[in-house]
C-alpha cells in the first residue's frame, strides 16, 4: 500500500520531496520503547523511559497535552485537557531535541492516561507510516482513520480496554509547524 501511496505522490506532485522520502523506523522506535513495549500502565511507562539514559527528566513541561485533543474534531473520544499529572523528559537524537510525556487525566475518560513523543522538524509523516503501523498493530490496534501525509490513527480493545495511537506531523503540541507526535492513549 505505501509503495501505491509513494507512486500517487509522485505522479501528482513530482517534487524532490516525494522523491527523496525512506523509510525512517528510528523515531518510531523511539515510540515503541517508550510508550508501546512492554506492559502498558502508567507505572511501567514511566518505568521504561527512566531506565534509558538517554531521557533527561525535565522541570519545565512545554509540551501543551491539551492540544494533543485538537488533531481531530473527535475530541469526545479523547480529551487530553487538563492534566492531574504531567512528566516530561527530552533528550538529542539525529540532531534534534526529543522529547516524551505522560501524562495522567480524569479516570473516568476514556483515555486516562497519555504517552507520547514529539519531535522537530519532520516534513510529513509518511516516512514513518510502515513503522508506525507495525508498532500499532503489535499492540493489537487497528487502523482507524488517515490523512495523508500528516495523520493516521489506531484503535482498538485488544487487553479489553481501549487503546488508541496517532501520529501526526503537523503537531501544534509544541507550538512548531514541522513537528511530529506519535501517542498512546490507554487505560490505567
Known amino acids: 500500500m505505501r509503495a ?4 500517487v505522490a509522485l505522479c501528482i506532485s513530482g517534487s524532490p520531496t516525494f522523491a527523496a522520502i525512506q523509510d525512517e523506523t528510528a523515531t518510531v522506535a523511539l515510540f515503541e520503547n517508550a510508550c508501546t513495549r512492554g506492559q502498558i500502565s502508567f507505572e511501567a511507562r514511566e518505568a521504561a523511559i527512566a ?5 533527561k527528566p525535565m522541570d519545565a513541561m512545554d509540551i501543551d497535552v491539551a492540544k494533543f485533543s485538537i488533531v481531530k474534531s473527535n475530541s469526545i473520544n479523547f480529551d487530553y485537557r487538563q492534566p492531574l499529572l504531567q512528566k516530561q523528559w527530552s533528550r538529542e537524537f539525529e540532531g534534534r531535541t526529543v522529547r516524551v510525556v505522560l501524562a ?3 479516570p473516568k475518560r476514556r483515555y486516562p ?3 507520547a513523543i514529539v519531535v522537530p522538524d519532520v516534513e510529513n509523516a509518511l516516512p514513518h507510516w ?16 488517515v490523512d495523508l501525509v500528516h495523520y493516521v490513527e489506531y484503535s482498538g480493545q485488544p ?30
Open 4 to 7: 501505491a501511496l509513494l507512486a
Open 159 to 188: 487487553t479489553g480496554t481501549p487503546m488508541r495511537t496517532d501520529m501526526f506531523s503537523r503537531s501544534p503540541v509544541l507550538g512548531g509547524r514541522k513537528d511530529m507526535h506519535m501517542t498512546l492513549g490507554f487505560q490505567p
Open 113 to 115: 492516561s497519555l504517552c
Open 130 to 145: 510502515d513503522a508506525f503501523k507495525a508498532a500499532s498493530q503489535a499492540i493489537g490496534l487497528k487502523a482507524k482513520s
Open 104 to 106: 495522567r487525566f480524569d
Open 51 to 55: 531506565a534509558d539514559p538517554a531521557w
